[in-house]
């Protein structure tokens, strides 16, 4: 005989979407808020005029570098996600 499981909250739904623990999940909500972000060009002072991406201040001599770099955005969605989640 057969079993039909039936999802009825929440917590089902993201166990069911392999998203049951916080690492996991805040993989994907870097991996979805950085692809917005990019398609989105935020931050605007990450990217130069022609839309190739900035380097980091503390890592590069380039004289267009900047402190306010691409990866912050999904780097403090993940963060959030993996804490208040």
Known sequence: MSVVETVDDVRG???KMKLGHPVSRAFTAAVIVGGVAFIAGLPKAA????GSMRPYRRLSADPEAT???????????ATAVY???
């Open 13 to 15: 739904v993201l166990v």
């Open 47 to 50: 990217f130069r005029d022609n």
């Open 67 to 77: 402190d306010a770099h691409f990866l912050l955005v999904p780097l403090v969605a």
């Open 83 to 85: 804490l208040f989640t």
